[in-house]
Each structure stands twice: as structure tokens, then as C-alpha cells.
């Protein structure tokens, strides 16, 4: 019982590493974009907080997850 836990555990802290992911690949992706169209700064930047916030969300409730099983085991 204990075993199935810690591994479900460990699945769910390594679920933070997708959005860390995301997050990255939209910033460069903004980045790209306002090197091609500098005049679209503003509502790259705003968009790109918005999708970054979204994939941090999905980050956050990962780490919910395993500190949640984490503490069932103890």
C-alpha cells in the first residue's frame, strides 16, 4: 500500500516538469515573435503571461498532488 503511494509519489512530482517546459518554449516563442514584429511587443508579452500562467497551473497541481500522497504515506 505504502510502495503504490511513494510511487505515485514520485510520478506526480516529476508532472511539474512538463509546464516548466511550457512555460520555456512560450517565452522563446515570444521572444521570436517580437524579434520578427517589434510593433506586437505589447500583446505578445500579454498573451505569452496569459498561456504561461495556464501551463503554471498545471505545474501547481502536480506539486499539490505528490505533497498530498507525500503526507498520506507519513
Not at 503511494?5 to 516548466?20: F, H, N, R
Amino acid at each position: 500500500d505504502t510502495l503504490g503511494l511513494a510511487i505515485g509519489t514520485g510520478i506526480a512530482a516529476l508532472g511539474v516538469t512538463g509546464p516548466a517546459l511550457g512555460v520555456g518554449n512560450v517565452a522563446g516563442k515570444m521572444l521570436e515573435g517580437a524579434a520578427r514584429q517589434p510593433e506586437h511587443t505589447g500583446s505578445l508579452f500579454t498573451n505569452a503571461i496569459i498561456f504561461a500562467g495556464m501551463s503554471e497551473a498545471l505545474g501547481i497541481l502536480a506539486w499539490l498532488m505528490s505533497i498530498l500522497l507525500f503526507y498520506k504515506i507519513g
